[in-house]
């Protein structure tokens, strides 16, 4: 998306009865950096998705919490990796908006893999929340819900 004409990162306000963009102008770098973690998990590269977490990241999965980025790569990042290896995430909606020094990405995809020999399609939902550092935005809160699609 093209920022000519934008001060500061923010984009124009909408025509009377025009729904705002899905992400912000502001964001983008924000859902860059939640692309990048995303990519680093699923490819397995947990030291590469590490880098995109804050060391008190709070993640939220199946009603547990890990509560910094050193508890998620040593315990359920290599469970989350191992699922993803396999599995086609197909991207339905995206919504991010950023302001200041925090931004917020909340995605919602079809996962589809095998299981049991049997094929499977999850609904996924996904918030992560980021904090702009002064090496760029990192993820500090990740929760993520699915649910089979019927």
């Known amino acids: ?10 984009a124009p306000a909408p025509p ?33 998705a590490g880098r995109w977490l804050a060391d008190d990241v709070l993640v939220l999965e199946s009603g547990g919490a890990e509560r910094s980025r050193a508890q998620y790569l040593q315990g359920h990042a290599r469970h989350d990796a191992q699922f993803l290896k396999d599995a086609q995430v197909q991207p339905k909606q995206r919504t991010a908006r950023a302001s200041g020094d925090l931004a917020w990405v909340g995605s919602e995809s079809e996962v589809h893999l095998t299981r049991d020999g049997k094929p499977l399609t999850l609904l996924a939902t996904e918030t992560m929340v980021l904090r702009r550092t002064a090496d760029g935005w990192r993820i500090v809160h990740i929760h993520w819900s699915s649910r089979p699609r019927r």
């Open 16 to 48: 009377a009865g025009a729904t705002a963009p899905a992400v912000a102008v502001a964001a983008q770098p924000a859902v860059d950096a939640v692309d990048a973690f995303s990519a680093a998990l699923q490819a397995g590269d947990l030291s590469a």
């Open 1 to 10: 998306m093209a920022a000519a004409g934008f001060a500061q990162g923010q």
